[in-house]
């Protein structure tokens, strides 16, 4: 049970699960933003395709739409459901220990947990993402951080951090949200980011920057 992150999971990105057959080809796993959804536990309940689910409701304070009333509950119920083999949640929601019934119920049916966070400004200093990854490990079997890049410089630094911790044996992903942070989305694979986020439809991008599946796949299989 429970989705692999030993190796790089390609994840589709989408409010809606009818896009699945359309995925297929493509992704190892269907991320499923349930805070873009309208009814996402009836969505679940009525899921019937092949590829995993990883689960995400992010905060509205995390760059998400779903409000702080109901969000975690509605993220511990998801985890009840059969093709929900992974659950991402806010690495501050943790720390707060908002998520404590969140964590219970992905422990309770061995699904994987990936901790995330998020900059939509900027790219913290190395030290910083380095720290924050560290964290989000301590309680997830992937430590996730998107950042904004601003420069090249961004893209190296985090690129680095990537490198210096997959060489620790940490199991991380990391990706540069924006135009000039595109590039790290195929890039950081090679450094050990072990999740893809891409949307079926280009028209529907999750965040900024994001290349559509079958690019990011072509990208991603020639490079890693
Ligand atoms: O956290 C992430 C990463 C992401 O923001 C990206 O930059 O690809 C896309 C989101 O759907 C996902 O939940």
Excluded: C
Excluded at 112 to 126: C, I, K, W, Y
Excluded at 167 to 196: D, E, N, W
């Amino acid at each position: 049970m429970g989705v692999d992150f030993d190796s790089f999971v390609l994840a589709a990105s989408t409010a809606d699960l009818t896009d699945e057959p359309a995925a297929r080809k493509h992704a190892d796993a269907i991320e499923f933003r349930m805070d873009l959804a309208d009814d996402p536990l009836a969505a679940l309940q009525a899921y019937d395709g092949e590829l995993p689910i990883l689960a995400t409701n992010r905060a509205e304070w995390e760059g998400g739409r779903a409000e702080d009333q109901g969000r975690l509950e509605a993220l511990t119920e998801a985890a009840t459901f059969g093709p929900v083999e992974a659950i991402d949640v806010e690495l501050e929601s943790i720390l707060d220990g908002a998520a404590e019934q969140v964590l219970e119920a992905v422990r309770k049916r061995n699904v994987s947990l990936v901790a995330s966070a998020h900059d939509f400004e900027t790219t913290p200093p190395r030290p910083e993402m380095v720290r924050t990854l560290t964290e989000a490990g301590k309680y997830a079997d992937v430590a996730k951080l998107a950042v904004t890049a601003e420069s090249r410089t961004d893209t190296l630094a985090l690129l680095s951090a990537t490198e210096q911790l997959t060489a620790h044996g940490a199991t991380v992903a990391t990706m540069a949200m924006g135009q000039l942070g595109s590039h790290t989305r195929a890039v950081a694979p090679v450094y050990g980011s072990k999740i893809g986020y891409a949307p079926v439809d280009p028209g529907e991008a999750t965040a900024p920057g994001q290349y559509d599946l079958e690019t990011l796949a072509d990208l991603v299989a020639r490079l890693v």
